[in-house]
């Protein structure tokens, strides 16, 4: 059961426009949200993340949108550039007093061409 | 400073072998998390230690995988009778406190093959 969706495997932008990312969750319980961004062979790399008591939270080129009627999520970067090609996690956690294990969709390639 | 570190980067290993990979967290952080990637996944969670104890074992697959945390910094994820199955990337990931909702530092993994 696939708790937090990235329904796009792969997304092809132009250097300079935005790139927006999706996500989709399932568990209500599901309180913060956050971004990784994934180069090959290294490990994630926290990006942005935001609250349920939030909508929108913003970090110089990016911004995050949760909707949670929608229980959805968006990344916007913007504009995109050719160093942001990765791929890109979008992951949750519940609040359940002590831990706060991720739960992580199965990402989404970000390729910025030139 | 020094990040999340994981030894091996690559370990291959024959089925029915044991293994251990090891994690050093970034110095202070108090909570390790052990998370599985497999190929075309996103991380999945395995384990999560609040300085020595495992707080959470619940998303280790089965007996065949143990983790300890014996002194609260270092980690060792061990795992008895690979399987072909087992093979993955393994992330260890620290964080400065359990009961903080702020991010977890990720290690460049070890990449695990089972022959």
């Known amino acids: 059961d696939q708790q937090v969706k990235q329904n796009s495997p792969s997304l092809s932008v132009q250097e300079g426009r935005i790139s927006i990312l999706n996500c989709d969750y399932t568990n209500s319980m599901f309180d913060y949200f956050l971004w990784y961004k994934k180069y090959p062979a290294e490990g994630p790399t926290f990006l942005i993340s935001?609250?349920?008591?939030?909508d929108k939270n913003e970090d110089g080129r990016f911004t995050v949108f949760l909707n949670k009627s929608a229980k959805h999520l968006s990344l916007h970067i913007v504009p995109s550039q050719p160093g942001d090609s990765a791929v890109y996690f979008c992951?949750?956690?519940?609040?359940?007093?002590?831990?706060?294990?991720?739960?992580f969709g199965t990402g989404t390639r970000l390729q910025v061409t030139l | 400073g020094a990040g999340v570190s994981q030894t091996p980067s690559n370990k291959v290993t024959e089925k029915g072998k044991y293994v251990e990979l090891r994690c050093d967290p970034i110095?202070?952080?108090?909570?390790l998390y052990w998370y599985r990637q497999s190929l075309g996944q996103g991380p999945e969670f395995l384990i999560y230690?609040?300085?020595?104890?495992?707080?959470?074992d619940s998303g280790l697959p089965n007996d065949r995988f143990f983790a300890v945390r014996p002194e609260g910094s270092v980690s060792t994820l061990k795992i008895q009778r690979t399987e072909r199955g087992d093979s993955a990337v393994y992330l260890c990931?620290?964080?400065?406190?359990?009961?903080?909702?702020?991010?977890?530092?990720f290690g460049p993994g070890t990449r695990l093959t089972v022959t």
């Open positions: 990931a620290s964080s400065p406190s359990a009961g903080g909702r702020g991010e977890q530092y």
């Open positions: 992951a949750a956690s519940a609040n359940t007093g002590t831990a706060s294990k991720l739960t």
């Open positions: 110095s202070g952080h108090t909570a």
């Open positions: 935001i609250s349920s008591i939030k």
């Open positions: 230690f609040q300085g020595t104890g495992a707080a959470d």
